[in-house]
């Protein structure tokens, strides 16, 4: 029931349609940071739920078609790496997790943001929310989207990136900065896909 507390909080002050929302990869040097918003039922079961980082990449993998089978609604969006140059990671990390409720089939009452920041200086959660920190870790809703965003990201970065530019072998790393990453960076230079903004510090060592 631990996971809980947070939903039924807000359900005691008398909202019914509670959505979750969670980012993921907000630090890779490539491609999309992507979000989830979650609206989960009462009462419903989801074995293993966790923050997505505590759990293994299998355990994800099998958690997320259970979360969208037994979601009231769910919806996934992305800022792609241009997007993230233009404006900035936090702007981005806003706008990817606004996309995300906005594309909910259900419009949230009120919606529970993973972290402790609702805006940056251009896109702010124009949702009515409450932030909560390490929200992933408490709060069944926004883990479920945490698992949503993080299985998304790596997909897409293991399947498409990779079969796009497969010389920077992205399903390896899923575009953080690893040795690896870094040493492909080395040998082919930066893709369309890399956040230039964030290869600073790599440029200025060539």
Not at 47 to 64: C, H, I, Q
Not at 116 to 125: E, L
Not at 133 to 149: F, K, R
Request: with cysteine; charged share 25%; proline share 5%.
């Amino acid at each position: 029931m631990e996971l809980w507390r947070y939903e039924q909080e807000q359900w005691d002050k008398g909202f019914s349609a509670v959505c979750g929302v969670d980012e993921a990869g907000a630090g890779p040097l490539a491609g999309p940071v992507y979000a989830a918003a979650v609206i989960l039922p009462r009462g419903v079961e989801l074995p293993g739920l966790n923050d997505s980082k505590k759990l293994t990449e299998k355990k994800r993998e099998a958690l997320f078609p259970v979360i969208m089978e037994k979601a009231t609604a769910y919806s996934i969006a992305r800022v792609e790496a241009a997007e993230i140059d233009e404006m900035d990671i936090l702007n981005a990390r806003m706008l990817a997790m606004q996309r995300a409720i906005d594309g909910l089939a259900v419009k949230p009452d009120l919606a529970l943001i993973d972290g402790n920041r609702d805006h940056g200086s251009r896109y702010a959660i124009e949702t009515p929310h409450i932030t909560i920190i390490q929200g992933d870790a408490s709060s069944a809703s926004i883990a479920a989207a945490s698992i949503l965003a993080k299985v998304a990201r790596d997909r897409y970065v293991s399947e498409e990136l990779e079969a796009a530019y497969p010389q920077y072998q992205f399903a390896k790393h899923k575009g953080y900065g690893t040795k690896l990453h870094y040493a492909m960076l080395d040998a082919y230079g930066p893709c369309p896909q890399h956040r230039k903004t964030f290869l600073k510090k790599w440029e200025a060592k060539r």
